[in-house]
């Protein structure tokens, strides 16, 4: 079984400060990881995914997340927020393989930006 | 063009009634999803599809049915509708879901059951 912990159901950050979001997993397989932002009333968007390729995955908007096994984390950064990134981001993990491709989603961080 | 769209987009029912939820993709994708979305913003999958067949049926009362008539097509009916069953339900879809490919989210279902 899969599951993702997210620490912090709120972050605030300040225009121009740096963005971190933690993330770490729970696997027994060598798991995919992605990252989904959700604006207000909306559905969810794609930030970017691992999956098994570079440890280091950049994604849309500026945002990156770096893999790391022995810590068993997947944290979501940005190095200088913008307002526009205000929304809330879920972390994801899919079991490899199998024949179905199921998303178990963490309990989501809000990101509040703040001038 | 929207990718993965959903019908209605606000839902306002009473308990009791039964409803249908509807969702579509033009994305060409074999394989689509229903999730809810609790009010503590908590995201469950609920079903999945591939090719029109179930592969994916979580631990959901059966008052619950999903059909796909087509594989661009994935609808919802849920019977004697629960004031529990208050949600935002998100349909997405992806390629072949054995491998690992991005899930496309529709912009969501908010049904409220009074």
């Known amino acids: 079984a899969q599951s993702v912990t997210q620490l912090g159901s709120h972050v605030s950050v300040s225009e121009g400060a740096l963005v971190l979001l933690r993330c770490n997993y729970s696997s027994s397989v060598p798991p995919y990881l992605f990252w989904y932002v959700q604006y207000p009333n909306q559905g969810l968007q794609l930030l970017l995914k691992y999956t098994s390729a570079a440890t280091l995955v950049k994604g849309i908007n500026g945002f990156e997340a770096e893999f790391k096994k022995s810590e068993t984390s997947f944290h979501l950064t940005k190095p200088s927020a913008h307002m526009s990134d205000a929304a809330e981001y879920f972390c994801?993990?899919?079991?490899?393989?199998?024949?179905?491709?199921?998303?178990?989603f963490g309990t989501g961080t809000r990101l509040q930006v703040t001038l | 063009d929207t990718a993965v769209s959903q019908t209605p987009k606000y839902l306002v029912t009473q308990m009791g009634n039964d409803k249908s939820i509807k969702c579509e993709q033009n994305?060409?994708?074999?394989?689509m999803y229903w999730y809810k979305q609790d009010s503590k913003k908590f995201l469950k999958i609920m079903f999945s599809?591939?090719?029109?067949?179930?592969?994916i049926n979580e631990t959901v009362p059966n008052r619950f049915s999903p059909k796909s008539p087509d594989k661009a097509h994935l609808n919802l009916h849920i019977n004697s509708l629960e004031l529990g069953d208050s949600a935002v339900y998100f349909c997405?879809?992806?390629?072949?879901?054995?491998?690992?490919?991005?899930?496309?989210f529709g912009p969501g279902t908010r049904l409220t059951v009074t």
């Open positions: 997405a879809s992806s390629h072949s879901p054995g491998l690992v490919s991005e899930q496309y």
């Open positions: 994801a993990v899919s079991a490899r393989g199998g024949t179905a491709s199921k998303l178990t």
């Open positions: 994305l060409g994708h074999d394989t």
């Open positions: 599809y591939n090719n029109k067949e179930l592969i």
